[in-house]
């Protein structure tokens, strides 16, 4: 029993932090229970989902070929995600090669306007964290007037790298020399050789290459620049047999609990239509089931608030009270501005009032739906509260 236990706290840790999108730290976790539980199909997917969140799309595509079975369905739906980006990716390794030139050259003047230039015309892509610090350190150097607007619009992840903190403490570039190179997930080596050449190449250029040849600028170099069109000559690094992951026969099993973290956005959103139709259609035991997945959504989306709320009023169509109850109760606990501002958010109070009642906790049930009539907006469920609460008990 005891030794399930750091596998769970890993677990629920693994949650609070995606939640936050504290993606790397997230990733560091995965590490961790990978070690205690072994390595599972579960782990790999969860691995995937958060390298295309911090940006590291050729490690993740990497990881989406090794999953088979239930899985494959959704790892196939990020695969062609990736696939749509891959050219607006490749684009923007290709300009990083360039400014990583540039530096080798002795110009990380022009490689900053390389950077910046590059990073306005990738559009919604997610960018890789290396390319972010890159970016930041050379603005530190060379246009500090310009780095306190970077730093604000960088994303959580970004803000967690302890190199961008230091930027950001002493607003000036720190000595690159005494921090250690950055050391990306090391994968096996994949069975597609293609796969592992990209694979290959995007390790060294986004993490770790730029990185030295930054802090050793003024060293002399004896080698010739890599060719900026053609990035597969970059690095050279045979795969060394010796460094093979050892396999493990029989990969341990997740609880139940543990097996479902989190699903991607887009199957998520899948189950949020199949739930709505189902409950349109009266079948609230589907819909319930469909709703629960819906709302382990990696990310808020628009559509969260309302799985979770019709996820309660389904528990409340089968009876199930307390599932309502606890729903209701970890909508109030969410920060994102999809449950802050969802219109569902006095609509599942009462919804939570009703389940209470059911439960005979009426004065918790009473609390609730005081709260509710007297509230500054009236609308429909002031309506509803006031009439609830004239149902009870006189000495309300």
């Not at 796969?195 to 600028?217: D, I, N, P, T």
């Not at 958010?345 to 009703?354: G, K, P, T, V, Y």
Request: hydrophobic share 40%.
């Amino acid at each position: 029993m005891n030794s399930s236990n750091p596998a769970e706290k890993l677990v629920k840790q693994i949650q609070k932090q995606v939640k936050q999108q504290q993606y790397l730290k997230a990733l560091a976790s995965l590490d961790t229970l990978e070690v205690i539980n072994g390595s599972n199909q579960q782990i790999v997917w969860y691995k995937a989902l958060l390298e295309c969140k911090v940006g590291r799309l050729h490690i993740a595509r990497h990881y989406l070929t090794e999953i088979q079975g239930d899985l494959r369905l959704q790892a196939e739906l990020i695969e062609e995600e990736i696939q749509k980006n891959w050219p607006v990716y490749t684009f923007l390794v290709e300009e990083y090669n360039a400014a990583v030139a540039e530096i080798r050259a002795g110009d990380s003047e022009n490689a900053l306007y390389i950077l910046s230039d590059a990073l306005h015309r990738v559009g919604t892509l997610t960018v890789p964290l290396e390319v972010y610090r890159m970016n930041t350190l050379l603005l530190a150097r060379y246009r500090p007037d310009l780095l306190p607007r970077f730093i604000l619009d960088l994303p959580t992840y970004a803000m967690d790298d302890r190199v961008i903190k230091r930027v950001l403490a002493e607003r000036t570039a720190p000595s690159l020399s005494e921090e250690p190179e950055v050391q990306l997930p090391v994968n096996p080596p994949p069975s597609n050789k293609r796969a592992m050449v990209l694979s290959v190449v995007m390790l060294g250029v986004l993490g770790l290459s730029g990185y030295a040849w930054l802090s050793e600028r003024g060293k002399e170099v004896t080698e010739p620049d890599p060719p900026v069109e053609v990035p597969v000559e970059v690095v050279e690094e045979p795969v060394d047999p010796n460094s093979t992951l050892s396999e493990v026969d029989e990969p341990s099993v997740l609880a139940d609990d543990e097996k479902i973290l989190f699903v991607s956005v887009e199957v998520a959103e899948e189950y949020y239509i199949d739930g709505m139709k189902d409950y349109q259609n009266g079948n609230f035991s589907r819909a319930s089931k469909s709703f629960e997945q819906a709302i382990r959504s990696f990310s808020s989306e628009y559509f969260s608030d309302d799985a979770a709320y019709y996820l309660t009023a389904s528990y409340m169509r089968e009876q199930a009270y307390e599932q309502a109850v606890q729903t209701a109760q970890q909508f109030q606990q969410e920060e994102s501005t999809h449950y802050v501002e969802s219109p569902y958010r006095d609509a599942i109070r009462l919804l939570e009032s009703s389940a209470l009642l059911e439960l005979d906790q009426q004065e918790e049930a009473k609390s609730i739906l005081k709260e509710l009539s007297n509230k500054d907006e009236v609308d429909w469920v002031n309506y509803e509260a006031a009439k609830l609460l004239a149902t009870l008990a006189p000495d309300r």
